[in-house]
């Protein structure tokens, strides 16, 4: 709608009818106002908001003043940078006037010029002229201005990387120069040392052998470093460079997951990670292993001690006093076992049996004798007797019921039983069949009984055609497989089907199921009640009406 500034003041009269207007185009009756661009203004926009301000009236009705302006920014206005080194066409040959004095270039003067200063400049030789610069306008915007990255090229970044790598060669193959020179030196030494030795011995050098100076040196090549340590002589202290990692991980001892568990948190494995090597011999054996072998046990008992002791109100302290926690622990058990030696003495004396509590000679109890018998690889006797094996007081090796083996010489794992390994019986006290008995046990597992249906399944199908057609002509027979009635792929016979449409329509006429009764008392009905083609042809009768749902209607809301 057009503003009151550019109307000018409204008689009563145009007052009145630019109400009356707004009016019918609230309620539909008027067609809206348009605007400059031809489209519809809501006529229910407050007059606020719709009516232009004085510097933005353009006197027709228009909403432009409450739209954002078109952006007018110029592309590239972020990431537009100069072309560093842009030249401008192939260079001129001769020197031009107003041309810079040192490379011949018309962009810039002498004094400008970034180029080495010439002896000769280009403006007297009129050689080597500098073809021109491009010379760019890029508009940078706010953000452009403050980019403190703005043109930078990320692939200088690579000459940091290659000057690192160099410094890092220089500096490993100095280190490895003055370990070599001083692996020499100290050798050196200790060879010196070697030889001032043997001259105090006052023996002549040309008797000695290579053999002993060999050892020698090799006897004070200790005082030298190694390689990656620092050995000092004196104190026998070796402080191991960490930059060699000649020990092998806790964590990768066995690599199998389900082995010992790695706690990486505390760097400790409790468990021995090789199950099989004895701890003894293995290399590690576990935290475990290293916790309750040694004094470590002692440790243990005497901490707890100290605990004992401070709840019955002792001052017993082991960080505080160890000392003294020690000495307190020893008088402690002597007096345990003087106790346990007063106790034991007193229980005899009251209840008798001191006899009882003697042991039995070595001898008698190891079962060792003079005894010699040898043993052949086989484990039959060669020289000597037999040990008469020990014999318990139950029935061995009796055999029952014409069995050669004693029951429970055989499991089942099919059914969880025991039972005789001569025939394969789970019964006790059942009459042994012998291998046959075997056969017929597995004759009768689940595995058997499924592999026999489905090869009788296979040649039912590979039967001949004379066959089929005798089965054909037969009364209705049905196959004994577990799908249901009408599923899978169905071969239907048509003459049967033909016999099924009359009997289905004569049922439906006469009603009931009387033809069906008189067939299941003749016999003539097969395993199921329902043969395919029976079902094929109650489906070809059906009629639409026959649906009980057909007639349904739902007469509630519908959304």
């Avoid at 409450?66 to 940078?81: L, S, V, Y």
């Avoid at 002692?298 to 082991?318: E, I, P, S, Y």
Wanted: hydrophobic residues 30%.
């Amino acid at each position: 709608m057009a503003s009151g500034s550019a109307i000018g003041k409204l008689s009563r009269e145009e007052f009145r009818r630019q109400k009356d207007l707004e009016a019918a185009r609230k309620a539909g009756t008027a067609p809206a106002a348009l605007d400059e661009e031809g489209k519809p203004i809501n006529p229910h926009i407050p007059q606020y908001i719709s009516q232009a301000p004085w510097y933005l009236d353009t006197g027709a009705p228009s909403l432009s003043h409450q739209r954002r302006p078109a952006a007018t920014k110029p592309p590239n206005e972020i990431d537009g940078w100069y072309d560093r080194g842009a030249r401008a066409g192939p260079a001129a040959k001769k020197y031009r006037k107003g041309a810079c004095e040192n490379c011949g270039a018309m962009t810039h003067k002498k004094q400008d010029c970034l180029e080495r200063p010439r002896k000769k400049g280009a403006k007297f030789t009129n050689k080597d002229i500098q073809a021109d610069e491009i010379i760019q306008e890029v508009h940078t915007g706010y953000d452009a201005k403050r980019d403190r990255w703005n043109g930078y090229d990320p692939t200088e970044h690579t000459r940091i990387y290659e000057e690192f790598e160099a410094l890092e060669e220089a500096r490993k193959k100095y280190r490895e120069e003055e370990i070599d020179k001083q692996t020499a030196t100290d050798l050196a030494a200790a060879r010196k040392v070697a030889k001032a030795g043997k001259e105090k011995k006052d023996a002549d050098p040309d008797f000695g052998s290579s053999d002993e100076e060999d050892a020698d040196e090799d006897k004070y090549a200790d005082a030298a470093d190694a390689v990656g340590q620092k050995l000092d002589t004196k104190t026998r202290i070796t402080v191991r460079n960490l930059r060699i990692r000649e020990d092998t991980a806790k964590y990768l001892i066995n690599l199998d997951p389900e082995s010992a568990y790695y706690d990486p948190k505390t760097r400790s494995m409790r468990d021995a990670p090789l199950k099989n090597v004895p701890a003894e011999e293995a290399k590690f054996a576990g935290e475990n292993f290293f916790r309750y072998s040694g004094e470590a046990p002692q440790v243990q008992q005497l901490q707890l001690f100290a605990w004992q002791a401070a709840q019955r109100g002792n001052d017993v302290h082991l960080n505080a006093a160890p000392t003294q926690g020690q000495l307190l622990h020893e008088e402690f058990e002597e007096k345990k076992e003087k106790m346990r030696d007063i106790n034991k003495v007193s229980v005899l004396a009251k209840y008798g049996g001191e006899q009882y509590l003697e042991r039995a000679p070595r001898e008698v109890s190891d079962s060792q004798s003079e005894y010699y018998v040898e043993y052949s690889r086989t484990g039959q006797v060669i020289k000597g007797k037999e040990r008469v094996k020990a014999r318990s007081k139950y029935a061995e090796d009796v055999y029952i019921n014409n069995h050669t083996a004693v029951w429970g010489s055989w499991y089942d794992v099919a059914s969880g039983s025991w039972g005789y390994a001569c025939c394969h019986s789970s019964t006790h006290v059942s009459y042994c069949s012998g291998e046959a008995g075997k056969l017929a046990a597995q004759a009768s597992t689940a595995q058997a009984l499924l592999a026999s249906s489905s090869s009788s399944s296979r040649l039912d199908n590979s039967s001949a055609p004379d066959e089929q057609m005798e089965a054909s002509n037969a009364p209705t027979e049905q196959n004994y497989s577990k799908k249901r009635v009408g599923e899978g792929d169905v071969t239907l016979d048509k003459e049967r089907l033909a016999q099924a449409l009359a009997e289905e329509k004569k049922r439906k006429t006469w009603g009931g199921d009387g033809d069906r009764c008189n067939k299941r008392k003749r016999g003539e009905i097969g395993t199921h009640d329902v043969t395919e083609e029976e079902l094929e042809a109650y489906r070809m009768t059906r009629l639409k009406g026959d649906d009980p749902m057909a007639s349904y209607v739902d007469e509630g809301d519908v959304y």
